[in-house]
């Protein structure tokens, strides 16, 4: 479904909630802010791609929110962000298009393993090195909320080591193409360590 007109290019380093979160360090915001930060993206994508998302009425939602006030907000960023990935899944060109946004939604997503979704669709539209670049300019340069994120995706966007055998898998005997590209990247590695927020 498309929605009626098309959104401004949300930037990876702009806490889209306002200037008050902006100085602010991330450890001190609480659940509900970030929750909003994250949505606030993520609509940003979806209406980039004329994608509409409605709520469904579901009150096994509105139980769980008596118990868990924020359950149905992560219930629609949940669904929003599976919108996307399956508008953007198998199309490269479209990505590309949006790799801003797309990259903003990444870098406002602070889940353990939901950045994943949007790392393996920017590796193959613009190349691994490209997107460690500009994760890297977010953890170097970026506004506390998107560089502590951009810091946690970092190891879903390094290059994977690969084993040819179980028994190198066991052994710690990692493929020579695998090293390669991770020795291609060692620059970009070194920089990150140097400027990753503490935990």
Not at 12 to 30: I, K, S, W, Y
Not at 82 to 107: F, I, K, M
Not at 109 to 121: K, M, Q, T
Not at 138 to 153: H, K, L, S
Request: charged share 30%; glycine share 4%.
């Amino acid at each position: 479904m498309k929605s009626g007109r098309q959104a401004r290019a949300a930037s990876p380093f702009d806490n889209r909630a306002g200037p008050a979160l902006r100085g602010t360090d991330v450890r001190e915001m609480d659940q509900g802010a970030r929750l909003m930060l994250q949505e606030s993206h993520l609509d940003s994508l979806l209406a980039a791609l004329r994608l509409e998302w409605a709520e469904p009425e579901d009150p096994r939602i509105a139980a769980l929110a008596e118990r868990e006030p924020l359950f149905p907000q992560y219930h629609r960023i949940g669904h929003k962000r599976q919108s996307a990935v399956r508008a953007l899944t198998g199309n490269r060109a479209l990505v590309e298009r949006h790799y801003e946004r797309v990259l903003s939604a990444l870098v406002h997503d602070d889940g353990p393993s939901s950045p994943r979704w949007f790392a393996a669709l920017l590796v193959p539209a613009v190349s691994r090195r490209r997107v460690l670049e500009d994760l890297l300019r977010v953890v170097e340069d970026g506004t506390p909320y998107p560089r502590a994120c951009a810091a946690a995706a970092w190891k879903w966007l390094e290059p994977p080591l690969r084993y040819a055998s179980e028994d190198d898998l066991r052994a710690g005997r990692p493929t020579l193409s695998s090293l390669a590209e991770r020795a291609a990247l060692a620059d970009l590695e070194a920089r990150f360590r140097a400027a990753r927020p503490e935990a």
